[in-house]
């Protein structure tokens, strides 16, 4: 499949949207290393974004609604994967695994949290907001011990 000149651009902006919240050095070794999505299971929780193409409005709006919440210091750790079509951003894992693991349909949209315990936290076939998010977040177990202790991240 051939790409047009402007879809790869699209792509390369996501590439950039996606590394951008991530600042610390740990994080642009772990971008420039690309680990599998398993190697941040009990470290990080991920949002994992599925579209049919980079070109597709949902996935641009998706991309919005996560750059919003990773800019707040609470929720910067978190990590964030794009799958459109066959190109996978920020992990190892290919398209079709990662499609394969959260059932999501080569051509489908979706978007899926997942926790640190490495399981779908969320998932939904439709954009999720930043508060909707954080909400689901701040629900999890694990979440809700680090705020007892003081170590939101």
Known sequence: MTRSPFAIVRLIALAGLLAAPCLAAPCLAAVATQPALSAFKDHHRVVVMF?????????????GQV????RQPTFGSL?????????????????EALRRRFGVAPGGFAVVLVGKDGTAALKSSAVISSQTLAA?????????EELRRGQAD
């Open 51 to 63: 579209a049919p193409t980079s070109d597709d409005p949902r996935f641009a709006r998706q991309s």
């Open 79 to 95: 990590v964030v994967v794009g799958v459109a079509g066959d190109t996978v951003i920020g992990v190892s894992d290919t398209a």
């Open 136 to 144: 689901t977040i701040d629900a999890m177990p694990m979440r809700r």
């Open 67 to 70: 750059a919003i919440l990773t």
